[in-house]
């Protein structure tokens, strides 16, 4: 414990903490039917995260990385429960290493940014693991540019204008996907367990309506 709470390790502690008080929020949030996902994805900007596009600079460079760390094809949450964890348990590794070869910790500071570039190809590891366990096989899977037309339902949170909800479908190869949704007419407002049509995509987001079913 004393270990943990050395101010050379609040940081990767703190990490730790974080992803324990997320996961019982997550818990108590549920309880009352709302998600933790859609908040974290209202937190980043838009993104088209088709990787075919072009890299313009800062923003397309974002966008390969989001797609490659599998963001919009597993639920945000899970993706920064596994950075929080992989990130947390790598730099107290890097410090019992360093308290090992040196006799003392290092800084935090001085071993973040490798810690966070180790972290990276991590949690890509564990978002492949995590997502063949959610869609099943991946050489099956559709493309995010067929996802228009498609019927899914809200799992997560109220989907509202400037405000998306986590919604899921399966397609024809049985695979689960993943998406945020909100409305396409303003004012509309759908709710956990409705079911919507994906009808234009719009950014890291689809816009749906209400399903006539």
């Known amino acids: 414990m004393m270990f943990l709470l050395q101010d050379s390790n609040q940081l990767f502690t703190g990490a730790l903490i974080l992803m324990l008080l ?13 998600g933790l996902s859609d908040f974290l994805d209202n ?3 838009d993104f088209d995260l088709n990787t075919d596009v072009p890299d313009t600079g800062l923003s397309g460079g974002l966008t390969k990385l989001l ?4 963001f919009g094809e597993i639920p945000a949450l899970i993706l920064l429960v596994a950075f929080l964890v992989t990130f947390g348990v790598a730099g107290l590794l890097f410090q019992m290493f360093a308290e ?11 071993i973040a940014i490798p810690v966070f570039f180790v972290t990276l190809p991590l949690v890509r590891v564990l978002g492949n693991i995590m997502r063949k366990f959610a869609v099943g ?4 899977a559709i493309g995010r540019d067929t996802f228009v037309g498609r019927m899914a ?19 024809e190869f049985g695979t689960t996907h993943y998406v945020m949704v909100e409305p396409y007419d303003e004012g509309e ?3 956990q367990g409705q079911q919507v049509v994906l009808v234009e995509e719009y950014g890291a987001s689809f816009r749906v309506i209400a399903s006539a079913s």
Not at 22 to 34: D, Q
Not at 137 to 140: A, K, R, S, V, Y
């Open 22 to 34: 997320i996961a019982v929020l997550e818990g108590v949030m549920t309880l009352i039917g709302v």
């Open 43 to 45: 937190l980043l900007p």
């Open 67 to 70: 797609g490659w760390l599998r």
């Open 100 to 110: 090992a070869f040196f006799g003392s910790l290092l800084p935090s500071g001085l």
């Open 137 to 140: 096989d991946e050489t099956e």
């Open 153 to 171: 339902t809200i799992t997560l949170g109220e989907a509202t204008t400037g405000s998306p909800a986590e919604a899921r479908f399966s397609d």
């Open 189 to 191: 407002k759908y709710s």
